[in-house]
C-alpha cells in the first residue's frame, strides 16, 4: 500500500511510538473530506502491520469485539447512514428511542449507540461482528487500538466532537418542530438550549464526502496535519 500516493489525499503513515508500532495521519490535499480521512484508515487497518494493543499479535479487527462495549457518540451522518441501513423507516426520534440513549446532564447532551449484552446494539453476539459493518458510526471507523500521534488523535476527538455537536443540534430542531420534548432517556436537571448549539460544518449534509476536514478542524490542528514535518507523539 502507498499511503502517499497523488490519488490518496489523506495519508496514514507508520511510526513508531513508544515502541510499538502506531500511525500518524497527514494531510496531503487541502480539499480532502472526512471521507477521505476514513478512507485512508480503512486502509490503514486493512494492511499495515499495526501493533494492537489489546489483541497482541493479531492482525485483523475482524472478529474481535473489544473495543465495542466502550461509549459510542454519534454523529449527525453516523445517524443517516445507520438509519438507512437498520430503520429507513424511523425519523429522528423514532431512530433515537430504538437505538441509541440520550443523555443529558443540564446543558450537556450526550448521543451514544445503545448497548445490549454487555456490548453495542449492533453488535451479533454470535459472530462477535457488526451487523451494520459498512454504516458503523465514525467513532468505530477511526479506532485501532494501537498508538498514534497527537495529531491523529486531535483530529479523531475534533470529528466525532463536532459531529456529535450536529446531531444535537437536530435533535433540538426536531422536538421543536414536532411541539415535543426531546428524547432523553438519562436525565439530570436537563436543560438542554439551542443557543447552545449552532449549526456546524456538518450542517446541510448527508455524507461525509460532503464535509471537508479544513471547515472541521481549528486553525492550529489543520496547520499541523498540513505540515511536512513529523509531530510530537
Known amino acids: 500500500m502507498n499511503q502517499n500516493a497523488p490519488e490518496n ?3 496514514v503513515i507508520m511510526r513508531r511510538i513508544r515502541g510499538k508500532t502506531g500511525y500518524d495521519v497527514a494531510v496531503r490535499d487541502p480539499a480532502a ?4 480521512y476514513l478512507a485512508a484508515l480503512d486502509r490503514a487497518i ?3 502491520p499495526l501493533d494492537r494493543g489489546r489483541a497482541p499479535g493479531r492482525r485483523s479487527c475482524a472478529g474481535c469485539d473489544r473495543c465495542c462495549a466502550e461509549r459510542l457518540p454519534l454523529t449527525w451522518i453516523d445517524y443517516l447512514n445507520l438509519k438507512a441501513a437498520v430503520d429507513p423507516e424511523a425519523g429522528l426520534a423514532d431512530f433515537l428511542a430504538a437505538h441509541a440513549h440520550v443523555l443529558v446532564d443540564g446543558p450537556v447532551v450526550d448521543i ?3 448497548g445490549g ?4 446494539c449492533l453488535l451479533d453476539p454470535e459472530n462477535r461482528t457488526c451487523r451494520a459493518y459498512h454504516a458503523r458510526p ?3 471507523r477511526t479506532f485501532i487500538c494501537c498508538p498514534s500521534t497527537i495529531r491523529a488523535r486531535r483530529l479523531r476527538a475534533v470529528l466525532t466532537n463536532r459531529g456529535e455537536d ?3 443540534r437536530q435533535w433540538l430542531l426536531d422536538a421543536r418542530r414536532r411541539g415535543k420534548p426531546p428524547l432523553i432517556h438519562e436525565g439530570y436537571a436537563p436543560r438542554p438550549r439551542m443557543g447552545d448549539w449552532p449549526p456546524t460544518p456538518f450542517a446541510g449534509c448527508s455524507s461525509y464526502r460532503e464535509v471537508p476536514l479544513k471547515a472541521v478542524c481549528p486553525p492550529g490542528l489543520w496547520s499541523a496535519l498540513t505540515a511536512g514535518s513529523t509531530v510530537a507523539h
Open 112 to 114: 451514544i449507540l445503545a
Open 33 to 36: 473530506t472526512v471521507e477521505d
Open 46 to 48: 486493512l494492511e499495515l
Open 138 to 140: 465514525l467513532v468505530c
Open 166 to 168: 450536529e446531531l444535537v
Open 9 to 11: 489525499k489523506v495519508a
Open 117 to 120: 449484552g454487555g456490548g453495542c
